[in-house]
T-cell receptor, first 116, second 113 residues
Framework: ETGVTQTPRHLVMGMTNKKSLKCEQH?????MYWYKQSAKKPLELMFV???????ENNSVPSRFSPECPNSSHLFLHLHTLQPEDSALYLC???????????????FGDGTRLSIL | GENVEQHPSTLSVQEGDSAVIKCTYS??????FPWYKQELGKGPQLIID?????GEKKDQRIAVTLNKTAKHFSLHITETQPEDSAVYFC????????????FGDGTTLTVKP
């Protein structure tokens, strides 16, 4: 148990579907992240949130829409995805970002997404 | 921005042998270097980390060394066991943006019994 729970673990969707990935952390952290993991780019940062505010959008296409309603929950809303979006999507959390010093990230086990 | 290169991409060793994975980074402002292990079907998990004011850190069979001048750091696993088989990622980050790390491309370690 890592303290970071992702649901669903597997998702198959068509290109016209709309679905959401959910991440919940029970570690009392304030920073949360979405990563894409594929054979081409093993760990590609997508979004960063710190105290519910987005601090990083790594040039992610608008068909991916993140939402962070509070420091414990993070969503990734998906719509009109492309086959190349098939990958493992990982959520991570850390105590915070910046002036408190360096801290490791705690990862969930990911959602395996397949686009038909 | 920071760039992290990791070598080798695959490594196969016999059980009981040592394994070494090396990473180089480009930004001299980076001061925190974690290592993660990712087993099949799981997310990456922190196994050891080192900060720039330390040259070496050990935790049982695992050790990490850091050479700030050369901007490289290495993971050493001694007395390898089959359960050490996994993908290992190095990362580098800075104190001003500590949670956001730049990751290497990973090393797939296979320990043969």
């Amino acid at each position: 148990e890592t303290g970071v729970t992702q649901t669903p673990r597997h998702l198959v969707m068509g290109m016209t579907n709309k679905k959401s990935l959910k991440c919940e952390q029970h570690l009392g952290h304030n920073a949360m992240y979405w990563y894409k993991q594929s054979a081409k780019k093993p760990l590609e940062l997508m979004f960063v949130y710190n105290f519910k505010e987005q601090t990083e959008n790594n040039s992610v296409p608008s068909r991916f829409s993140p939402e962070c309603p509070n420091s414990s929950h993070l969503f990734l809303h998906l719509h009109t995805l492309q086959p190349e979006d098939s990958a493992l999507y990982l959520c991570a959390s850390s105590p915070t970002i910046g002036f408190r010093g360096n801290q490791p990230q705690h990862f969930g086990d990911g959602t395996r997404l397949s686009i038909l | 921005g920071e760039n992290v290169e990791q070598h080798p991409s695959t490594l196969s060793v016999q059980e009981g042998d040592s394994a070494v994975i090396k990473c180089t980074y480009s930004d001299s402002a980076s001061n925190y270097f974690p290592w993660y292990k990712q087993e099949l079907g799981k997310g990456p998990q922190l196994i050891i980390d080192i900060r720039s004011n330390v040259g070496e850190k050990k935790d049982q069979r695992i050790a990490v060394t850091l050479n700030k001048t050369a901007k490289h750091f290495s993971l050493h696993i001694t007395e390898t066991q089959p359960e050490d088989s996994a993908v290992y990622f190095c990362a580098a980050s800075q104190g001003t943006n500590a949670g956001k790390s730049t990751f290497g491309d990973g090393t797939t370690l296979t320990v043969k019994p």
